[in-house]
């Protein structure tokens, strides 16, 4: 089976009690789309989890962009982490030799931005944030369709920061199509309605649950979306 998870934010324990529920395999596959750390305590055991298990693949999030320009020392984020959900990563971190370091800075920058794959004929693109609109292009001759994998590329190559970040698939018009149905992570569902959980449309699926919303609400939930089956498996997080 192929499962994907979303904005897990250093909640390693329950990321855990969730992969048990579902009864994870070394045969499945798990895709992680992003923002694995921050917010929560247990940060670097997720990135080691995921660097460890050879059927998991983590697609970068803004959250491990921020932890990888830390550790190339850009002024900006050594100056801002914190206060953007780092405080509990950089508690970690910092106690660790340069060495190890090191090889954190090495696998956050050999993240890819987004993966695509065909699941039971539907063709899927997985990706944290979803579209930037400012680079809406190429787009298909034969149905005006945007090739969404090509233009996440474009982006990415022009403005990591600004892709990793945008909103922009949540905002744009109905009239907007892409060559693949997206599934992302990165905003909120809780910012859609009251009761949160995984969010449909027919264009994408936003499987962040807001497990570390900064707004409280019994609604927040860390989610796994099966691609087969369309089964989804809550797991709470306090
Ligand atoms: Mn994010």
């Given at each position: 089976m192929v499962y994907l998870i979303s904005d897990?934010?250093?909640h390693y324990d329950e990321f855990m009690r969730l992969l048990r529920k579902i009864k994870f395999r070394k045969t499945d596959r798990l895709y992680l789309l992003g923002d694995?750390?921050?917010?929560?305590?247990?940060n670097l055991s997720m990135l080691d989890f995921c660097r460890r298990e050879a059927n998991v693949t983590l697609l970068k999030g803004n959250h491990e962009l921020f932890m990888q320009r830390y550790l190339e020392g850009d002024p900006l984020v050594k100056e801002k982490w914190g206060f953007w959900g780092g405080s509990t990563t950089l508690r970690e971190l910092e106690p660790l030799p340069w060495e190890k370091k090191e090889e954190y800075l090495r696998y956050l920058q050999s993240l890819a931005h987004g993966r695509a794959l065909e699941v039971n004929g539907t063709r899927y693109f997985l990706t944290?944030?979803?579209?930037?609109?400012?680079?809406?292009?190429?787009?298909?001759?034969?149905?005006?369709?945007?090739?969404i994998e090509a233009s996440v590329q474009r982006f990415v190559e022009k403005d990591e920061w600004a892709y990793l970040c945008s909103d922009d698939l949540h905002l744009i018009p109905a009239s907007v199509r892409f060559d693949r149905y997206i599934i992302c992570g990165h905003y909120p569902t809780l910012e859609y309605r009251e009761e949160g959980g995984v969010y449909v449309t027919s264009r994408f699926t936003d499987i962040?649950?807001?497990?570390?919303?900064k707004v409280r609400s019994p609604h927040r939930r860390m989610a796994c979306l099966c691609l087969e089956t369309g089964t989804v498996t809550y797991q709470r997080v306090e």
């Open positions: 897990v934010h250093g694995m750390v921050d917010r929560g305590r247990q944290h944030s979803g579209f930037s609109a400012d680079i809406a292009e190429p787009v298909r001759a034969e149905d005006g369709r945007i090739d962040d649950c807001g497990c570390a919303w």
